[in-house]
């Protein structure tokens, strides 16, 4: 009896490793993992890493292929060509940065390698009609006018400022958001742009202040956001409502500094109560894995490398195969319905619906669009 | 512009350059006794900056009464590597000294990111945000308390080096290191307290910025590039001068923000840089040299 146990097992175990082998399919997935960036690179790590594992329990073996490009275009690029050159990978999820991803998508039609962007808002990277460039996050215009559309159901604001970090996502996200207050009429009167990571905001601020803006938007990658806030309440500076554009304002960090925070409307890819299959599930296992909480940023990463590497296993790593099936499929997982489509100059742009969350008594509330809001936002803006 | 935001503007600007005072002439000591150009400078800040972080974490000691631990181990941590490996290239070619300094800084910043990872540290106090108002402007209350602090910290600096017998003797070394080493004076010891006292300072400005700024493995590379804009711009070498850079730069930094636009004040900055040195090579106070 145990002999025939024994050689079972040893047969399964010659067996096993043949049949998983069988359904490797080969990705690649290129991040920030150091540089100045890393920290919010390390989410889109967690996520993929999550994703692996509940590749394997789907019976999907991924052969995957991590580069750090640390933030910077020509290392990213630099990553992508040996990922499609000598790492014969089927498909790529990837870069993290607006500039990486712009940079890395123009090379995806010459390689014919189909790219899978998780989180890159810069609009530009899916309105150059490349057929191999496929992004799941809603580009840059999504995260003003969601922000918008939130106040506008409220009240009726008359002027706005703006003040942003000269980088790609910066500019794209804050040249959009003027287009949309202008047809909106509300009147804009500061601009402010500023280099990332600059310790003193306060001349810029006090500027701002003196003009007395009804909203202030700002975007801001990481840690700027919380010295923006700080410096903002220094000042003594007031407006009805403060508007993050996602990235800075979406953190576990940001949230912890409760006297800065409350009542900051952020808009975001993903909140972990939105009720889209398996959000919440994905939230809970995340946190006891990480010890804490994911950012839209995992989630987002998460979906992607589960659409590319369920979509390239099912085409036997086959590139064109690949790209037509995510350019045919659709999905419905922790990032709502997925669909790759063509609309107002878009390519391959997966139309998300991003969400309005709002820091209340320490916790980040989704409170808009209606139909996904926990709480409902809290108007106008009063320091604590 | 109202004229209440331009004085706001000179206000911040003049707290803030005061910090970057004291990360300039931690530097020119340096370079001024031992003419080794730190480019470490940054990353022995951030070991500040991580001291200060975990006393405020782990033992409850507010970051600016911290200064009072942080110098003295910034001293010793700098005196230590003096002795250990800058003292060894002092005769040797200026790119291996470069060389030499780059290393260290990439081994402190990656050696934290191993320790404490890539995350950001942000030191919560009870008041990283407050202020407070004089007829309309207001006064950031950390950003006060470490300007006050490094004008105590530059003034005794200064007296140590133009009243006391070692001061002396350090200065003498500046001036010419054979010379002083014929009349007696042990010119590897005041190496070795240069640099302790060169490392201490940037230690203590990283403390002192730790309120309200963030902290994170690459944070010194950004201050380091700050650091030798202020140091040449006031003259390698010069105390008075790296006090002078560094005001001036915060100054300007934050006057043009309001005047021109945030977007375009690393070019006012840099364009008064170059001016200087087009005028005066050796910058404000500094003597030129062979």
């Known amino acids: ?384 | 512009m109202t004229f209440s935001v331009l004085v706001q503007s000179i206000i911040s600007g003049l707290l803030v350059g005061g910090v970057y005072a004291l990360i300039g002439v931690g530097l020119t000591i340096i370079f001024g006794v031992m003419r080794v150009i730190n480019f470490a400078h940054g990353d022995i800040m951030m070991v500040g900056m991580y001291m200060t972080y975990f006393l405020f974490t782990l033992f409850g000691v507010d970051p600016f009464m911290s200064v009072l631990i942080t110098m003295p181990l910034m001293f010793v941590f700098g005196a230590i590597m003096q002795k250990v490996f800058i003292n060894r290239i002092l005769g040797t070619l200026p790119q291996n000294q470069i060389l030499l300094t780059i290393g260290l800084g990439l081994i402190m910043s990656n050696a934290a990111m191993l320790a404490f990872t890539s995350d950001y540290k942000i030191l919560t106090t009870s008041y990283s945000s407050s202020s407070f108002n004089v007829a309309g402007i207001s006064i950031s209350q950390p950003l006060l308390t470490s300007f006050l602090i490094t004008c105590v910290i530059t003034a005794g600096l200064y007296w140590f080096l133009m009243k006391t017998d070692t001061g002396q003797a350090i200065r003498a070394t500046a001036q010419d290191r054979e010379a002083a080493q014929l009349m007696g004076i042990n010119v590897k010891w005041m190496s070795i307290l240069s640099f302790g006292i060169g490392s201490a300072m940037a230690g203590t400005a990283g403390a002192l910025i730790s309120p309200t700024y963030y902290i994170f493995p690459q944070v010194g590379s950004a201050f380091t590039l700050k650091a030798f804009v202020i140091t040449v711009l006031g003259g390698m070498g010069s105390i008075v001068g790296a006090t002078l850079g560094g005001i001036i730069i915060g100054l300007v930094e934050s006057v043009a923000a309001v005047t021109i636009s945030s977007d375009w004040k690393d070019v006012v900055v840099f364009s008064i840089f170059l001016l200087v040195l087009l005028i005066k090579p050796s910058g404000l106070m500094g003597k030129s040299r062979m």
């Open chain 1, 1 to 384: 009896m145990i002999r025939k146990i024994a050689a079972t097992a040893l047969v399964m175990g010659l067996v096993l490793p043949g049949v998983s082998q069988a359904a490797k399919v080969k990705i690649g997935f290129i991040n920030t993992i150091t540089g100045a960036e890393a920290p919010i690179g390390e989410n889109l790590t967690n996520g993929v890493t999550m994703a692996i594992e509940d590749l394997k329990k789907k019976g999907i073996e991924v052969d995957l292929t991590k580069e750090d490009d640390t933030g910077k275009p020509e290392k990213s690029l630099a990553a992508f060509e040996k990922l499609a050159t000598r790492d014969n990978v089927a498909g790529v999820v990837g870069p993290y940065t607006s500039a990486c991803s712009s940079a890395v998508a123009s090379q995806a039609d010459k390689y014919k390698v189909p790219l899978l962007i998780p989180v890159a808002a810069k609009e530009d990277i899916t309105r150059k009609g490349y057929k191999y460039v496929f992004r799941l996050n809603a580009p840059a215009d999504v995260y003003s006018s969601v922000l918008m559309d939130t106040v506008l159901a409220l009240d009726k604001p008359k002027t706005i400022a703006y003040i942003y970090e000269s980088t790609d996502f910066g500019t794209s996200t804050v040249n959009t958001a003027k287009e949309y207050a202008k047809r909106l009429g509300i009147q804009e009167v500061a601009e402010e742009k500023y280099q990332k990571g600059a310790p003193d905001f306060r001349s810029t601020l006090s500027k701002i202040k003196s003009k007395n803006p009804d909203l202030v938007f700002m975007v801001s990658y990481v840690v700027d956001a919380i010295t923006l806030m700080r410096q903002s309440k220094e000042i003594g500076l007031a407006p009805k409502a403060f508007l993050g554009g996602g990235a800075g304002f979406t953190t576990a960090q940001f949230l912890a500094q409760k006297e800065i925070s409350n009542l900051v409307m952020s808009s975001t890819q993903w909140t972990d109560d939105v009720n889209w299959p398996g959000a919440a599930d994905f939230a809970k296992r995340y946190t006891a894995k990480y010890k804490k909480e994911p950012s839209y940023h995992a989630a987002c990463a998460y979906a992607a490398m589960m659409i590319m590497a369920e979509t390239a296993s099912k085409s036997e790593g086959d590139r064109d195969k690949t790209r037509n099936a995510l350019k045919a499929g659709q999905w419905n997982g922790i990032m709502g319905e997925v669909k790759f489509a063509d609309y107002a100059g878009f390519t391959n742009q997966n139309n998300h619906q991003m969400l309005v969350q709002q820091v209340q008594d320490g916790k980040y509330e989704t409170v808009f669009p209606a139909k996904f809001a926990t709480k409902k936002p809290i108007y106008p803006f009063k320091w604590k």
